[in-house]
């Protein structure tokens, strides 16, 4: 079983929508939670972090559960500018960060 | 500052010839990694380093070697490439464990 798991999608989403989709995680002490977005054959970048009471950048909220052990997601007003692969990315009791293989997000007109 | 890169972009090589992909960071970060991303997984941890002179196996460190002589440096060292080290390869760097990852641009390396 993988550490970190991720729909791979692709969630196809019209511009304007909202769209959200979790990861799940296996490790019970992982400890900090984080989501990066890489673009076609681009590096990863940080999205946002992800705090134990849920936290808002924008259009973009993250919300962790730990007793359901998953972190979600979720795009309002999806851009087209959104469209990209969104990693999960879970740090465990020993620092050593745990990769999802990404959801991927195309946004429509 | 130009971050976190890497040379070379694309490199295709042949099964047994070995070459050192490069990654440089001018940011002063103490902790380096190098990662593997396949397609259907996520990027696998290979080496890391916490400071110059001292590194340490990933999950995936078989057939790779790294050295860390500065904080600048990290090379990643295909001893005899194989057909499964076909991958992109990706160099990162951050202020510590706990904090942003910054990569690097990445090397598409294909093994024939």
């Known amino acids: 079983r993988k550490e970190v798991e991720q729909d791979p999608g692709p969630f196809n989403v019209p511009e304007g929508a909202t769209v959200a989709f979790n990861c799940t995680y296996s490790?019970?002490?992982?400890?900090?939670f984080f989501w990066y977005r890489q673009d076609c054959r681009k590096e990863p970048k940080l999205l946002m972090s992800?705090?134990?009471s849920g936290n808002e950048d924008g259009r973009f909220t993250a919300q962790l559960n730990r007793a359901s052990q998953y972190i979600s997601l979720l795009i309002r007003d999806s851009k087209l500018s959104d469209s990209a692969t969104y990693l999960c990315?879970?740090?465990?009791?020993?620092?050593?960060?745990?990769f999802g293989a990404g959801t991927q997000v195309v946004v429509t007109p | 500052n130009a971050g976190v890169t890497q040379t070379p972009k694309f490199q295709v090589l042949k099964t047994g010839q070995s070459m050192t992909l490069q990654c440089a960071q001018d940011?002063?970060?103490?902790?380096m990694s190098w990662y593997r991303q396949d397609p259907g997984m996520g990027l696998r941890l290979i080496h890391y380093?916490?400071?110059?002179?001292?590194?340490d196996q990933g999950e995936v460190p078989n057939g790779y070697n790294v050295s860390r002589s500065t904080t600048e440096d990290f090379p990643l060292r295909l001893l005899s490439a194989a057909p499964s080290q076909t991958s992109v390869y990706f160099c990162?760097?951050?202020?510590?464990?706990?904090?942003?990852?910054?990569f690097g641009p990445g090397t598409r390396l294909t093994v024939l």
């Open positions: 990162a760097s951050s202020p510590g464990l706990s904090n942003e990852q910054f």
């Open positions: 490790n019970s002490a992982s400890q900090s």
């Open positions: 992800v705090y134990s």
């Open positions: 990315v879970v740090q465990d009791s020993w620092g050593k960060l745990q």
């Open positions: 940011m002063n970060h103490e902790y």
């Open positions: 380093s916490v400071g110059a002179g001292i590194t």
